[in-house]
């Protein structure tokens, strides 16, 4: 069983920067990518960030472009997302996943772990 926990989520003000943290467990994980989504009330779950596994390579939506990095420290089977200049609209709750398929990175359904999510909340 794997195990995808998050940390690092709070309230923060506008202009002002959070770093999550999402740290696997569990038997050898093998996911071939991480991903980093988020859920505001009422809307959808979005895609915010991705990071290949193998390749390195990042993705990001044009939302959080220039503003959010991710990265990952693969010895600790963490990935992290750095978010800097935050906006009240970065509002949401922040779910790391991991990527079993080779599915549309972007696409939640690509995903098979799932972490608990934590809150970001951005005052004006």
């Known amino acids: 069983q794997v195990q995808l926990v998050e940390s690092g989520g709070g309230l923060v003000q506008a202009g002002g920067s959070l770093r999550l943290s999402c740290a696997a467990s569990g038997r050898t994980f093998s996911s071939n990518a991480m991903g980093w989504f988020r859920q505001a009330p009422g809307k959808e779950r979005e895609f915010v960030a991705g990071l290949s596994r193998s390749s390195g390579i990042t993705y990001y939506a044009d939302s959080v472009k220039g503003r959010f990095t991710i990265s990952s420290d693969n010895g600790k089977n963490t990935v992290y997302l750095q978010m800097n200049s935050l906006k009240p609209e970065d509002t949401a709750v922040y779910y790391c996943?991991?990527?079993?398929?080779?599915?549309?990175?972007?696409?939640?359904?690509?995903?098979?772990?799932w972490g608990q999510g934590t809150q970001v909340t951005v005052s004006s």
């Open positions: 996943a991991g990527r079993v398929s080779n599915g549309d990175l972007r696409a939640p359904n690509a995903y098979g772990y």
